[in-house]
């Protein structure tokens, strides 16, 4: 019988503190935490916590965990494409383990769906969404829109309500107007819920920051991560 995962994860708050999304979507999985304490939305609110996250990793993997997740969307992209990429070496590199961020599972995400035309909801300002987007252009994919809810203080993304993150969705393919997908960019919005109405209105599938990140980090532990009735991404049973 194979022993229950162990997923350890780079947090962006200030404690060790599982996002509550993780647990609800895979309740037999084990997540361990370690905070890097990002102080605002905004690149110099990043600086510290992006300087914190390999020792984070590296403290992680001497937890015996399966993989590594760094969650935090903005937190990885803002350096750009290539700090990303050096990044994720760096990690893998000096932990010996499977490891993701965030910015790579809504990327995979994007692909599990066949994404290429695609409408962006986030909750950052202009500045954070210029680097989303730019991100996602190296990244192969043609950003149609973009609108953010403008947030710099880091924890008002849990503020908004499922309601506004569907409605903000809507302006955003609504703007690309021949999306094939949307991506709900900040893993502090509370997306659990969003998927389902989204793509039962619009008809493209739904690609979230949190839903994405755990939905991968399954994958890095050899787990196909499907879970049903959650949109059309996690419902996906594909090898991994």
């Known amino acids: 019988m194979r022993k229950p995962l162990r997923i ?39 600086d510290a916590a992006f300087e914190a996250i390999l020792p984070a990793a590296k403290e992680l993997a001497k937890q015996d965990v399966d993989a590594i997740m760094v969650i935090g969307t903005s937190l990885t992209f803002y350096r750009g494409y290539e700090a ?6 760096q990690l ?41 987007a730019d991100f996602l252009q190296r990244s192969g994919f043609e950003v149609l829109s973009i609108k953010g809810f403008g947030l710099t203080g880091f924890g008002d993304a849990a503020n908004q309500s499922e309601q506004d993150i569907i409605d903000l969705s809507a302006e955003a393919i609504d703007a690309a107007k021949a999306g094939d997908a949307v991506l709900i960019s900040c893993g502090g919005l509370k997306t659990l819920g969003c ?18 990140a755990f939905w991968k980090a399954l994958r890095l532990a050899g787990e196909d991560g499907q879970i049903p009735d959650r949109g059309r991404m996690l419902a996906q049973g594909s090898p991994v």
């Open 8 to 46: 350890g994860l780079v947090v962006p708050f200030a404690t060790d503190r599982v996002p509550a999304e993780g647990p609800m979507m895979y309740p037999d999985v084990t997540f361990i935490p370690r905070g890097v304490g990002v102080r605002a939305l905004t690149p110099e609110g990043y």
């Open 84 to 89: 990303h990429q050096q990044l994720l070496e």
């Open 92 to 132: 893998r590199a000096e932990t010996g383990l499977p490891v993701s961020t965030m910015t790579e599972a809504v990327v995979d995400g994007l692909r599990s769906v066949g994404a290429k035309r695609v409408a962006v909801a986030t909750a950052y300002s202009d500045l954070v969404n210029e680097r989303l």
């Open 195 to 212: 998927a389902v109405p989204i793509e039962r209105r619009h008809g493209i599938p739904v690609v979230t920051s949190t839903q994405s």
